[in-house]
């Protein structure tokens, strides 16, 4: 008798269970149909609201990334925060291309319009002299040369998906970038013809902008990543030999 009641109970356990999952099953099986059934917001209209909200940034966390080779950039790859108050100034590490070797994690600071940076992983630091006449930083985040001129300058936009984006659940937009708008904000790259570009806008909140890239050749693209959007950032003057 008391096996019977055993088997009895065992079986109700199981069943239950089995509901149970199977629920847990039919929500989630019912949440990604929903998903993949919303349609995409407007493409133009995503662009328009993103750099609306990328103008009024002053600060952001960049992670530039060069994917396959692009001959003019020396910098192949560029992690660092940056901001334009209370004045221009960032600071972070970059890869480096320079006559064929190749130099990881050199550290930089840009500071009082100063570039100080090191050819070498934890070297010392040097003072490059103006920063705006190797690279001006302020360019990506000015509302006239940087980010939000590029979103202004798409055409064609075409709203292809739904990626997941450091976190971020985004909107993919496709189309291309006026030469004019990739040059102020990349000036070594002397491009004569729009190139195609792809930007990852956040779906919900402000729309911020997640990831931003321009392919300069099949297979070939600058891709910039932005994270902590108007976060403050400080610099400090660094010691230099």
């Not at 334009?84 to 100034?89: D, I, K």
């Not at 890869?95 to 070498?120: C, E, I, K, R």
């Not at 971020?168 to 190139?195: C, M």
Request: charged share 15%; hydrophobic share 40%.
């Amino acid at each position: 008798m008391q096996g019977m009641q055993t088997r009895k109970r065992s079986a109700m356990l199981v069943s239950l269970l089995s509901t149970v999952m199977a629920g847990v099953l039919l929500v989630s099986g019912c949440s990604k149909s929903e998903e993949s059934k919303t349609p995409l917001p407007d493409a133009a209209a995503l662009l328009k609201q993103s750099a609306d909200t990328t103008r009024g940034q002053q600060s952001v966390h960049l992670v530039l990334l060069v994917n396959g080779k692009i001959a003019k950039m020396t910098v192949t790859k560029l992690t660092g925060d940056m901001t334009l108050t209370p004045a221009v100034a960032g600071q972070g590490k970059a890869n480096l291309s320079v006559g064929g070797m190749g130099v990881q994690d050199a550290p930089f600071v840009v500071y009082d319009n100063h570039l100080y940076a090191s050819l070498t992983s934890g070297g010392p630091l040097s003072d490059f002299g103006p920063a705006d006449a190797i690279y001006d930083i302020s360019a990506i985040l000015r509302p006239e040369t940087g980010l939000a001129n590029i979103l202004d300058n798409f055409t064609d936009a075409k709203a292809v998906g739904r990626e997941d984006i450091g976190g971020v659940k985004t909107v993919k937009v496709t189309g291309t970038v006026s030469a004019d708008a990739v040059n102020k904000i990349a000036p070594q790259l002397k491009v004569t013809s729009a190139l195609p570009g792809t930007a990852w806008i956040e779906e919900g909140g402000n729309h911020q902008l997640a990831q931003a890239q321009l392919e300069t050749s099949p297979g070939n693209n600058l891709q910039m990543t932005l994270t902590d959007w108007g976060k403050p950032v400080t610099v400090n003057k660094p010691d230099v030999q």
